[in-house]
């Protein structure tokens, strides 16, 4: 075996077992690099003689040809392993579900959710929302709302009071949302017509009760506000919140301190089979009070009562929520479970609207 032959064989097999790209790289520039053993040769036929080229040229050119062709051939089995093994380790089982994306993965809380749907009914009746904060003062929470002093609501078994503040006065976080009520008949000249949906805390804790829940209130001031408007404004409301072509409606009278006269509202409904169905049946079930604003309150808020008279009126959201959507217990609601919120939760693009349908 000649040199040429020696050389071949030991190139041709550092090219076979060239493991990666890099190390057939180190292959090539070993033999045909600038200074590798192949190029070294064929510098050398400048200085051979017309018959010595002659003879040794096809073989040298030979031997870079054979080793060009073998460092190719070996690149593309090298390239083509790579990919092979690419797509095995980025395999996808086509057999397994697609998985959503995340609007369409996600959910909506049906607290929030029952908030805008309540929000789209009064908004389609011309009410607006306003808000104000969770920690009130006595004044707003009470005084100005007809509360008298030793009222059982003022007590620390229904109500959270803060610590007191260099002026000794106590700060309370709110029982109801009829302090919004205050603020906006303080601050807005009539007619006034809004709803005032938010967090409330009380000092109760069972199946049915939080210390913290949601409440929706509306009110309701001009010159000619009457008892008959607020009967068609709660009958409206029941009707397109229970998506049900009628209800019928009772009117107990009450006692609130803030309203006079003052009632709770039942709502006809069936119970049988477990179920509560809105509509028909032969029961009654409460789900609201109301009444006309208390002279009392209009003159706390600077308004005159012989000017002016509205209605008010307070809805759980929590309770229309379980009563709607067919939830037995109050608690899950926060108790932040995955799985009950992926059971009863809402899609986050299907908005509330007179329109499309309030439950999509």
Aim: proline share 7%; charged share 25%; hydrophobic share 40%.
């Amino acid at each position: 075996m000649t040199d040429l032959d020696t050389l071949q064989a030991d190139l041709l097999g550092q090219v076979a077992n060239a493991s990666d790209e890099a190390a057939l790289e180190a292959v090539r520039v070993a033999a045909l690099g600038k200074k590798g053993s192949v190029s070294d040769l064929l510098k050398t036929l400048g200085a051979m003689t017309p018959e010595e080229r002659k003879e040794r040229g096809p073989l040298i050119n030979g031997l870079r040809d054979r080793v060009q062709a073998a460092i190719g051939t070996r690149r593309e089995a090298l390239a083509e392993a790579a990919l092979e093994a690419r797509l095995a380790a980025e395999r996808i089982d086509v057999t397994l579900p697609v998985r959503e994306a995340p609007e369409v993965r996600g959910r909506i809380h049906p607290i929030s959710q029952v908030m805008d749907e309540v929000t789209a009914i009064f908004a389609g009746m011309g009410f607006s929302v306003a808000e104000g904060p969770d920690i009130e003062t006595d004044d707003n929470n009470f005084t100005a709302l007809n509360f008298p002093p030793g009222h059982p609501a003022r007590e620390m078994h229904d109500t959270f009071f803060l610590a007191p503040d260099r002026n000794g006065q106590r700060k309370v976080l709110r029982t109801h949302t009829s302090p919004v009520q205050i603020r906006t008949m303080r601050a807005q000249e009539p007619p006034i017509r809004v709803i005032c949906p938010g967090r409330t805390y009380r000092h109760d804790s069972d199946q049915t009760h939080t210390p913290m829940f949601h409440q929706v209130e509306g009110l309701v001031i001009d010159r000619s506000a009457n008892i008959a408007n607020l009967k068609w404004v709660l009958e409206e409301f029941c009707r397109t919140f229970f998506e049900v072509d009628a209800v019928t409606m009772r009117f107990r009278p009450s006692f609130f301190p803030f309203t006079e006269p003052s009632a709770e509202v039942d709502i006809q409904c069936s119970r049988r089979g477990g179920e509560i169905r809105f509509g028909e049946g032969t029961d009654w079930l409460e789900i609201l009070g109301c009444g006309m604003v208390h002279p009392n309150v209009l003159r706390n808020c600077g308004l005159d009562p012989d000017a002016v008279q509205g209605f008010a009126f307070g809805v759980g959201i929590d309770r229309i929520a379980m009563l709607k959507y067919g939830m037995p217990d109050l608690r899950p609601f926060f108790e932040a479970d995955v799985r009950w919120l992926d059971h009863y939760g809402f899609r986050p693009l299907d908005v509330p609207s007179l329109v499309s349908g309030l439950t999509g």
